[in-house]
């Protein structure tokens, strides 16, 4: 009887006790997140609201552009220097990581604001890109096959407090 009542004891125990911790456990072990992998880490570091002004041949501001970059959609809008909406499109993103250098490819275009709202166009384009902090470097016309254009780099600065 002794012995029953000393079961009955170490079973109340690990129903109480030692179940429920393992059960815990296990909850916390599968509520931690995977760690991301570069390419993750890449994405979340250009979510956001960027902007840059856009210029003429003599380098007088007439306009600004705004880019934002919500999951895997990114949205440009282009505006005149009294500050009206005369374009944006929305596109797909997918970043790669080629050895040191980071792609940035769009596909999907699509006319959202301005004179061809509406049209959708054929393709998409990559370009490479590099974020220092609150700056985006958007390199064109770099990669193979784009020799004849001359190199450009876009220098985007983020939205104080846009981030996503």
Do not use: C
């Amino acid at each position: 009887m002794k012995q029953f009542a000393r079961f009955t004891q170490v079973f109340m125990l690990l129903v109480t006790v030692a179940i429920p911790a393992i059960a815990a456990d296990e909850t916390k072990s599968k509520e931690q997140p995977k760690p991301k992998t570069p390419v993750q880490l890449d994405l979340a570091a250009v979510q956001g609201r960027w902007e840059r002004p856009l210029t003429d041949n003599n380098g007088n501001v007439v306009g600004n552009a705004v880019k934002e970059i919500k999951g895997d959609i990114e949205t440009i809008s282009y505006f005149d220097a009294a500050g009206q909406l005369r374009h944006a499109h929305k596109v797909k993103v997918k970043l790669k990581r080629l050895g040191r250098a980071r792609l940035f490819s769009y596909t999907n275009i699509g006319i959202t604001a301005g004179p061809n709202k509406g049209r959708k166009v054929e393709g998409g384009g990559s370009y490479l890109y590099k974020v220092e902090g609150d700056k985006f470097l958007e390199i064109t016309n770099a990669l193979v096959g784009e020799e004849k254009d001359e190199l450009t780099v876009l220098t985007w600065k983020r939205v104080k407090g846009m981030s996503v």
